[in-house]
């Protein structure tokens, strides 16, 4: 069994749906020869006792976070009597509304915007390299795999690659430059920064994997003439069967319609424009609250629940407490629609609760930009894709309410599990470690 340094800042029992992928490929990859030693941020991190046996039993090293800087932040937060530490959204955002014309004070500004572009564990580093080296030349490890973000793992690998010699394999599950989103929160050296970094990260890499096809194909046209086409790849998120429990009861006439959102809704993900949709197909269908629901796990901003207040829906709508993902299907399984929302930003991404909502064997309805879904629905018929578009979502809602039969199909399913997952990374893995 060859061993190899898996580098995932999130992971179980951390309650983060980035966590997955690295735990799919800890649990399968064995099968194809590789065995993971895992580097990782402290477990107390957004711990769910929901997935404590789900830790595989590999040596672990769980001191991403550490050093003089956490020790600083956490005697700071005991006096202030606060939570969390790091650089937050919220400071973020005040550190670019309180900008002053000035020439030092311009120059300040882009060097918080330039650190405001990594992610805020990339501070700890320094000092939690020594640490990882050492895990890493004591494991034996023949190659290093980075699971970001947080993108400060791929920093880390590239760190322990140069230390060790070792071949290194970086997994983006989301683009990083590329990223729109990112972009627009970013300052010019921000941005400036991230992308002479990850054009380093890159060239020194055996292998970039991306986790969707048009995110595979955005980076080989990027980086065409720098960084070779074969050096990209892709594979798509997955689900591994048996770590899902059984699926509650499908819905029979006598329950209501039911919407099932399994999720945070963000201003990014555009639940009005759903919601308006939702709220025509009640008025065209003359539905009683009793008739449908639609049911939100996870968090609400204050624009969305003023805007379904404003549209008369709050009686149908229910928000049910966070269900860890193992758990999952007892609720998503007595959906007649489980929704996924994505914004106009979205065209490189899938969401990763399609993945789960495959586990669960109910009718998907992906409102999303990225068309790369319309293939992956046609392969396992397990559900549909529209564009951001009120209207198209008003139609795709009316063919479910008949709850028509539903089939998935089975071969198509297999070829998204984490099975299938970890031996197409086995071969990866091989080919850069030859």
């Known amino acids: 069994m ?9 992971f179980v029992p951390m309650n983060y749906v980035g966590a997955k992928r690295a735990l799919h490929a800890c649990r399968h990859l064995p099968d194809h020869g590789w065995e993971a030693a895992v ?30 800087v956490a020790w600083a932040e956490d005697a700071r937060d005991r006096l202030r009597g606060g939570a969390a530490s790091g650089w937050s959204a919220q400071y973020k955002a005040q550190a670019r509304e309180t900008r002053t014309p000035g020439r030092v004070e311009r120059l300040l500004d882009e060097a918080r915007g330039a650190f405001a572009a990594m992610d805020r564990f990339t501070k700890y580093l320094p000092w939690a390299l020594p640490g990882v080296l050492r895990f890493a030349r004591a494991q ?20 322990v690659r140069r230390a060790l010699g070792v071949p290194m394999v970086l997994d983006l599950r989301d683009p990083w430059s590329l990223e729109p989103n990112y972009r627009a929160s970013w300052t010019a050296s921000g941005l400036k920064a991230v992308e ?12 970039v994997i991306l986790n969707t096809a048009s995110a595979h194909e955005a980076h080989v046209r990027h980086y065409l003439g720098a960084i070779p086409a074969e050096r990209f790849t892709f594979l798509r998120n997955q689900f591994d069967p048996a770590l899902y429990g059984p699926p509650g009861p499908a819905p029979t006439a006598a329950d209501p319609f039911r919407i099932i959102y399994y999720g945070h809704l963000r201003p990014t993900k555009n639940a009005g424009l759903f919601l308006g949709a939702l709220k025509r197909v009640i008025d065209e269908r003359g539905l009683q609250p009793g008739q449908l629901e639609f049911i939100t796990l996870g968090e609400v901003t204050p624009a969305d629940q003023a805007t ?18 193992p758990d999952s299907p007892s609720l998503l399984g007595t959906a007649d629609v489980l929704l996924d929302l994505m914004g106009p930003n979205h065209g490189l991404q899938i969401s990763g609760k399609i993945y789960d909502y495959l586990a669960a064997g109910r009718p998907i309805l992906s ?36 709850r028509g039969a539903f089939s998935p199909d089975s071969q198509g399913l297999q070829r998204y599990t984490a099975a299938a997952f970890g031996a197409a990374l086995g071969r990866i893995f091989d080919g850069a470690a030859r």
């Open 2 to 10: 060859r061993k190899f340094l898996c580098i995932s800042p999130y």
């Open 39 to 68: 580097v990782a941020l402290p477990a107390d991190m957004e711990r769910d006792a929901h997935l404590e046996a789900l830790v595989p039993p590999v040596p672990m090293l769980r001191t991403l976070r550490g050093g003089p």
């Open 140 to 159: 034996r490890v023949e190659l290093v795999y980075a699971n970001a973000g947080p993108f400060s793992a791929l920093l880390l690998a590239d760190a």
């Open 196 to 207: 002479a970094i990850e054009e380093r990260l890159f060239r020194s890499a055996a292998k």
């Open 308 to 325: 379904w207040e404003g549209l008369g829906l709050a009686p149908y709508i229910r928000q049910h407490g966070w269900l860890s993902f």
């Open 367 to 402: 409102v999303s930009p990225n068309r790369e879904l319309d293939a992956v629905f046609a392969e396992t018929r397990a559900g549909e894709r529209v564009d951001l578009d009120e209207a198209a979502i008003v139609r795709a809602l009316e063919r479910r309410l008949d």
